[in-house]
């Protein structure tokens, strides 16, 4: 993986971000990422060429996470570019669903592409709350789900609901677990030591709030000083940060306020640095009052390895130069994990026989670095610690460090 420090992000060496990709991407590189099929006879092979995958993905196409779901069907529909619109080699018909604005609206939505009997298998899905909700509607209709965003911990279990990006709550909880692994008296990446105080903030949105508890809850185990903001309102929520003066200020926002939280904090020059989960500088926050802060994301488009390699071309070429986020990623590994478990049925494919496919023990080759699905059905994978730099000509969520894998 590459690290960068402070010297190298500076060097005049080093090739700028934005023409490396225009080169790679001028090689084909987007051919590369086309996967290699599971050993099958001649028969299934023609089998499988016959059949149509018929796909329900379900995003958002307005409200609150909108920019999130453009993110997630920019993902699988780049998988389907570079595959001659093909998973497990059958053609694919993909019927994009709108999600809504809210909570209800997602789930109405789900249930209705679950009860019409048009789809052999649903992804997506932005919202973890609308996640939550539908394990016993997935269930009865046997139909798999591969939701490619965040899910409660402690959601009902489906053995037909299946996750390729993370548990709400796992990028914070591995942030406090570093933080509280420094060693007193010294400093990592420049200003992050182990703090002796800490503010922890949530806007109280959902997924915020979760995360700022496994934030509270991993540091607790510690004798460092945790304050809660409790205020509301914008200024009152600076100032009380402020009057706390502490080492480390934690954020997790919803994507409507984290640009805003950034932006305000930044203004005042506190002391101390900002972190927070992904989520915190993921979507539209990368911009320069940005700059400095640290997350914990199982994902970062200057990951160096090959798969990654190829990935961040191709989506940069295919979507007009933008570098992808996490939640691209997680969609895009969506359509791979169906590749590899429809590639290796030799019969009639069915929702179900796709499902068990899933369920085999395997491990996938990501942007992300390897990883496997764990008996709740969600990645068993690594994260990494991020901060917010100018790599080349680009803002970016650069990586630093590895950071645990979570079990």
């Not at 995003?59 to 570079?82: K, Y």
């Not at 209705?112 to 509607?137: E, F, H, M, R, T």
Request: proline share 5%; hydrophobic share 45%; charged share 15%.
């Amino acid at each position: 993986m590459r690290r960068v420090n402070d010297l190298e992000s500076n060097s005049p060496l080093r090739l700028d971000r934005r023409r490396a990709l225009k080169l790679f991407a001028a090689t084909g590189a987007a051919g590369a990422l086309a996967p290699a099929l599971a050993a099958c006879s001649p028969a299934a092979t023609e089998a499988r060429a016959a059949q149509t995958l018929r796909v329900g993905f379900i995003v958002p196409l307005s409200g609150p996470l909108q920019d999130i779901g453009f993110e997630m069907h920019n993902g699988f529909n780049l998988f389907l570019a570079v595959n001659n619109n093909q998973i497990g080699g059958m053609t694919v018909a993909v019927n994009t669903i709108d999600e809504g604005a809210t909570t209800a609206s997602g789930i109405a939505a789900a249930r209705a592409a679950l009860k019409s009997g048009s789809y052999d298998v649903l992804v997506g899905i932005a919202n973890s709350q609308v996640v939550a909700a539908i394990p016993d509607n997935v269930t009865a209709a046997r139909i798999p789900l591969v939701g490619s965003n965040g899910s409660p911990a402690g959601m009902r279990s489906s053995p037909f609901v299946w996750r390729t990006s993370f548990v709400t709550g796992e990028a914070s909880t591995a942030l406090a677990a570093f933080l509280t692994s420094i060693p007193a008296g010294t400093a990592q990446h420049g200003e992050l030591a182990r703090p002796g105080s800490v503010v922890v903030y949530s806007d109280k949105s959902a997924d915020a709030a979760v995360e700022a508890k496994a934030f509270t809850d991993t540091m607790g185990a510690t004798n460092i000083s945790i304050h809660s903001v409790n205020n509301t309102s914008p200024a009152g929520v600076m100032n009380q940060i402020r009057s706390w003066d502490a080492d480390l200020v934690f954020a997790a926002a919803s994507p409507a306020n984290a640009a805003h939280f950034i932006t305000d904090y930044k203004a005042l020059n506190m002391r101390g640095p900002l972190c927070g989960p992904g989520s915190l500088t993921e979507v539209n926050t990368l911009s320069a009052s940005a700059t400095g802060v640290f997350t914990s994301m199982n994902y970062a488009p200057g990951l160096d390895n090959s798969a990654n390699e190829t990935f961040v071309s191709a989506y940069f070429a295919q979507f007009s130069g933008k570098v992808p986020t996490s939640y691209a990623m997680a969609s895009y590994d969506a359509a791979n994990v169906l590749d590899s478990a429809i590639s290796g049925i030799t019969d009639q494919v069915t929702s179900d026989e796709i499902n068990a496919r899933l369920g085999l023990p395997q491990s996938f080759d990501s942007p992300r670095g390897r990883w496997q699905f764990n008996q709740s059905r969600t990645p068993l994978q690594g994260w990494y610690l991020r901060q917010v730099r100018l790599d080349g000509t680009l803002t970016d969520n650069v990586v630093l460090a590895d950071l645990e894998t979570l079990t």
